[in-house]
Nanobody, 127 residues
C-alpha cells in the first residue's frame, strides 16, 4: 500500500510562489516515477510535472516550464513542486501521484500510468 499526502497549498496572488510537498509512505520503491497533476473545475486532470528514469529525467507541461520545478528527497520520501510566478490560470486542485510501474519506457504525462494518488490540495491564484 502507498499513501500520498499533499501539503503546502493555499491562496496566493498572481506573481507569488508556493511550494507543494507530497509525503509518501508504504511501498515507496516506485518513487522514482512520480508526478504532479492538476484539475480545474470543468476540466480534465492534466500532468503538470513528472520525475522518472531514476530521478534523472523530468517532464513539464508547456505552460509551467520555467516557472515550476519538481524535485524529490528520496531520503525523506517526499516529492516537491516549487511554483513561482503563479498565474490565475494555475488555479486548480493539485494532486501528487506515484506510478504503478516504473521502467525505462515510462511516460510521465499519462494519467493512467499512475496507480496511487493523494487526496489533492487546492491552489487558488487571485489576480
Amino acid at each position: 500500500q502507498v499513501q500520498l499526502v499533499e501539503s503546502g497549498g493555499g491562496s496566493v496572488q498572481a506573481g507569488g510562489s508556493l511550494r507543494l510537498s507530497c509525503a509518501a509512505s508504504g511501498s515507496t520503491y516506485r518513487s522514482y516515477c512520480m508526478g504532479w497533476f492538476r484539475q480545474a473545475p470543468g476540466k480534465e486532470r492534466e500532468a503538470v510535472a513528472g520525475v522518472f528514469n531514476g530521478g534523472g529525467s523530468t517532464y513539464y507541461e508547456d505552460s509551467v516550464k520555467g516557472r515550476f520545478t519538481i524535485s524529490q528527497d528520496n531520503a525523506q520520501n517526499t516529492l516537491y513542486l516549487q511554483m513561482n510566478s503563479l498565474k490565475p490560470e494555475d488555479t486548480a486542485k493539485y494532486y501528487c501521484a506515484m506510478a504503478t510501474y516504473c521502467n525505462g519506457g515510462f511516460t510521465p504525462q499519462i494519467v493512467d500510468n499512475y496507480g496511487f494518488w493523494g487526496q489533492g490540495i487546492q491552489v487558488p491564484v487571485s489576480s
